[in-house]
């Protein structure tokens, strides 16, 4: 039988006893003290377990995420600048055409001009 049933139980007891002997008018003082340590014991056995589970369930959610640094350390060098060969601006290294003046790279010399940059940032 779990916990959370006997404590729910108990507190069901509890509360209706409390109700039942408080309705007969208070002659029986230690029934109500005993019936309010079923009600707190009731809570205590409903409440324990439910805290337990999600902690444990917790600590495997946190478990599978350490992955996402790879995909950080990729995006800087999307941000390797280079400078444009006929207006001198800083562009993008990928860039295929300089956003500032129109010119429009040679796909060949681009791709190497890629290799030599991301080598010198890693
Ligand atoms: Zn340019």
Do not use: N, W
């Not at 003290?33 to 337990?52: C, E, N, R, Y």
């Not at 992955?67 to 800083?90: G, N, Y």
Request: hydrophobic share 40%.
């Amino acid at each position: 039988m779990p916990s959370k049933t006997i404590g729910a139980i108990l507190m069901i007891l509890g509360i209706l006893g409390l109700i039942y002997t408080l309705a007969m008018s208070g002659e029986q003082k230690s029934y109500v003290i005993l019936l309010s340590i079923f009600i707190v014991v009731g809570l205590i056995l409903i409440i324990v377990p439910k805290k337990h589970q999600p902690s444990t369930q917790a600590f495997r959610t946190v478990a599978p995420e350490p992955p996402p640094p790879a995909a950080v350390l990729s995006k800087p060098k999307e941000q390797i600048k280079k400078d444009c060969p006929s207006c001198s601006e800083k562009i993008i290294l990928e860039a295929r055409r300089c956003r500032f003046c129109g010119e429009i790279f040679d796909p060949e010399t681009l791709k190497s001009q890629i290799e030599i940059g991301r080598a010198q940032q890693s």
